[in-house]
């Protein structure tokens, strides 16, 4: 009959089963993926060199505080000879003033520290330290440095504020520092 006509029509049983799309493949992967692992290696390069740059300075700073200490120990053995006093003295000093050199120049890296002499060096140094153990204290005698004739020195004195202001750098972060305050437009053209 006509009933079971129109069940034979159905029209829904015609249409097709739904298709689910496929599974997202998991490569390549999509762009945001790419930016963030590129930000992450970046970030990991970045902390990777900050510790590696770190690491270098503490060992030019340990090798600076070493070189001290068998300069200072050199001269203690060496001065107790009278031919050997004046030699040893001289010597002493310009052992101290290249080790604060370096590390002058590691630490201040903007200033033009290698041409520093005299008085601009002493005032440089206590600038860096907010002292005047060198402009007017025991390291006064690094001014003239090899070139007095004659030894005459405070060297305990020399050695504890060369120490004291190496150690205080050792101790602070490193940064690209500029020139110490204290340094002034007259200070740089002594230099000059």
Excluded at 18 to 25: T, Y
Excluded at 76 to 105: P, T, W
Excluded at 139 to 154: C, E, I
């Amino acid at each position: 009959g006509p009933t079971g006509n129109m069940e034979a029509e159905d029209p829904l049983a015609q249409l097709a089963d739904i298709h689910l799309p496929g599974d997202v493949p998991f490569w390549p992967p999509a762009p945001g993926w790419w930016m963030l692992a590129g930000l992450l290696l970046l970030t990991i390069a970045l902390v990777g060199r900050y510790f590696y740059l770190q690491g270098q300075t503490k060992r030019k700073m340990k090798s600076a505080m070493y070189e001290l200490d068998q300069a200072y120990s050199t001269w203690q053995e060496k001065s107790q000879s009278e031919n050997l006093h004046n030699q040893a003295g001289l010597d002493l000093l310009y052992n101290f003033n290249s080790i604060l050199k370096r590390v002058a120049l590691l630490y201040y890296p903007q200033t033009d520290v290698a041409k520093l002499t005299g008085n601009a060096w002493l005032q440089f140094l206590d600038g860096a330290d907010q002292s005047k153990d060198f402009s007017e204290g025991a390291g006064k005698v690094l001014s003239d440095g090899t070139y007095r004739p004659t030894f005459s020195a405070d060297v305990d004195a020399l050695y504890t504020i060369t120490r004291r202001w190496i150690m205080r750098h050792y101790l602070q972060p490193r940064a690209t520092k500029n020139a110490p305050a204290k340094m002034s437009s007259d200070t740089a053209e002594v230099s000059a």
